[in-house]
């Protein structure tokens, strides 16, 4: 039965208006320490020892930093925070999948919105599945977030937050695994960190760049970058850039075999349809067969499942290093579709077996909290960028 988690700590309930230090680069830290009067010989130093604790300890009071001399700290936590989203629900799925609804810090309009972050447990691994933007830029229609109007991107400090607060909540710090008498068999709870929530990845690059550059630095969270992955709808000019510039694993939402059916379920396709979609993959920096894309398929009765669909996919797909995730559509209020039958996927995925490919059909995990794949999406408030005028970030919010 799935259970809703009250009694938060003090820290995940967010009044504090100070600036966070979530987020930012060394580069960005030593601004930081220049304003606090920090002499500039030592800045440099000084930032490596608060990138160390904030992202590698994951501490959340500058009283922690022990090497850090006390008028520094003093100075530190008057001027600043390291802050995570507050918590507005925690919730626990009978399949151990955990569900956040977070609301961020006020911008500078003084709004404050909410976003959905996901933590899928396994016997071998733990996937954190985390958004990009508060809503989406992007309309599918058998996606539930694609029914919620973007209202904006979030800063790097708002995606490395997502990761920095599961750590906290499962007790994924170096210091708690230590005093952990039973990990997992991989060492950690979450080793694989998925941007597959709440938005469009490649219309939010700066920010998810950073983010990532500080989810996979070795002296920080540490994640490889072979274990994050980016998903996309297709924004087929920044692909190539997403391989040269960020380096992650790159994951396609396709979902069709034809531009007829895809520019329905995908209505991005339109602007970028598949030959140049599909041309984009075969030429993503560092493909290969250790470095395979994935293509993410969900499976919709009568819409995109027969046996000829399976074979055009083993077609478009010739060549290009690939993986198949097949995805039961997870259903959500409203929606007109339903999931595939059972019979029906196993025949498609015998077809793309045969053809050579890896297709798993992925196994649909909390869905009884609306956390499956498809079915997140905020109460947030529902503000267009035209209504509200440009924050800073949103530049490239609207395709």
């Known amino acids: 039965m799935a259970t809703l988690i009250s009694n938060l700590p003090e820290r995940y309930i967010q009044n504090d208006l100070r600036p966070s230090l979530v987020g930012l680069s060394r580069t960005q830290l030593m601004d930081m320490l220049a304003r606090v009067g920090v002499p500039e010989k030592q800045r440099k130093m000084r930032a490596n020892q ?3 604790w904030i992202y590698h300890k994951g501490v959340t009071s500058f009283g922690a930093m022990s090497n850090i001399a006390r008028e520094l700290r003093d100075k530190l936590d008057e001027a600043f925070q390291i802050a995570r989203p507050e918590i507005v629900a925690e919730q626990k799925s009978n399949d151990g999948t955990m569900k956040w609804l977070l609301r961020l810090a006020p911008d500078e309009r003084g709004q404050r919105h909410e976003i959905e972050t996901v933590y899928i447990p396994e016997a071998d691994r733990g996937t954190l599945c985390i958004s990009s933007q508060v809503g989406c830029t ?3 229609t058998f996606c539930h977030t694609g029914t919620q109007t973007l209202v904006r991107n979030l800063t790097a400090e708002e995606i490395v937050g997502q990761i920095m ?3 906290d909540r499962i007790k994924d710090w170096p210091e708690d695994l230590a005093a952990n008498p039973a990990p997992p068999s991989s060492g950690r709870y979450i080793t694989n960190v998925v941007l597959m929530g709440m938005g469009e990845p490649l219309y939010n690059f700066d920010h998810v760049k950073q983010a990532m550059e500080l989810a996979s630095d070795g002296e920080g969270l540490s994640l490889s970058k072979r274990r994050i992955t980016l998903s996309t709808s297709g924004v087929v000019p920044e692909i190539a850039r997403a391989g040269d510039e960020i380096g992650t694993m790159l994951a396609i939402s396709l979902h069709a075999t034809t531009d007829e059916i895809r520019n329905t379920l995908v209505p991005l396709n339109k602007k970028y349809p598949l030959a ?5 993959c075969r030429t993503y ?3 290969s067969n250790a470095r ?3 293509f993410e398929y969900v499976m919709l009765k009568g819409i995109n499942d027969s046996p000829a669909d399976a ?7 010739a060549g290009i290093p690939a993986k198949i995730n097949l995805i039961p559509f997870n259903p959500w209020p409203g929606t007109a579709y339903e999931c595939s039958d059972w019979e029906t996927i196993e025949t498609f995925a015998e077809i793309v077996n045969k053809a050579g490919y890896a297709s798993p059909v992925r196994t649909p995990r909390g869905r009884d909290i609306m956390a499956a794949c498809g079915q997140l999406k905020s109460e947030s408030q529902r503000l267009r960028a035209k209504d509200r005028g440009a924050l800073p970030g949103d530049a490239a919010a609207n395709p």
């Open 276 to 280: 140049e979609l599909l041309q984009a």
């Open 292 to 294: 395979r894309i994935t």
């Open 50 to 52: 608060l990138f160390h």
């Open 285 to 287: 920096p560092g493909l």
């Open 165 to 167: 607060l599961a750590r």
């Open 311 to 317: 074979k055009r996919l083993v077609k478009l797909l």
């Open 138 to 140: 992007l309309t599918c």
